[in-house]
């Protein structure tokens, strides 16, 4: 797909007065959503897998990829989602900066869709992610006092 992108973009540079520049464009957007589709099914896929980090990495670069994407908010949701996952299941030591990424996401989210409709479900997450942020620092406190008190 990106070939045949690299050489319609090649013909447009090379023949820019051809009759055919309309048609020539026209399927290079279609091939750029092919791209973008395939982008998103790839992300989508490691979420379902259960492979959270490599969901955040492949979604995180498909917005990268496609700025002008028509569904970032999906896209961030399932980051969102991903990040939580990948917190709750994160050894002990790496949860609480793994919950603060995902609260800090969602937030993000919050700022930039106002209006989606995953935005009940994010706030959600994030109110999720402060409060296991307050039971980690419970138990850090509880362990360090019962440390001092020995």
């Known amino acids: 797909t990106q070939k045949a992108i690299n050489a319609l973009q090649t013909f447009i540079n090379t023949y820019p007065n051809s009759e055919r520049i309309t048609q020539s464009n026209n ?16 992300g989508f896929l490691y979420y379902n897998l259960r492979q959270y ?6 979604l995180d670069n498909m917005l ?15 980051i969102i989602k991903s990040a939580f996952e990948y917190a709750a299941n994160s050894v002990y030591d790496k949860r609480k900066e793994r919950y603060e990424e995902t609260v800090q996401r969602g937030e993000d989210f919050v700022q930039r869709h106002r209006n989606s409709d995953y935005l009940r479900e994010v706030r959600d997450i994030v109110a999720e992610s402060k409060a296991k942020l307050k039971l980690l620092e419970n138990e850090r406190y509880q362990i360090q006092s019962s440390r001092n008190g020995s």
């Open 53 to 58: 980090q490599a969901a955040i990495y492949s």
């Open 27 to 42: 399927l290079m957007d279609e091939l750029r959503l092919k791209l973008e589709e395939k982008a998103f099914q790839q």
């Open 64 to 78: 990268k990829d496609f700025p002008d994407t028509k569904r970032p908010d999906e896209v961030r949701y399932y």
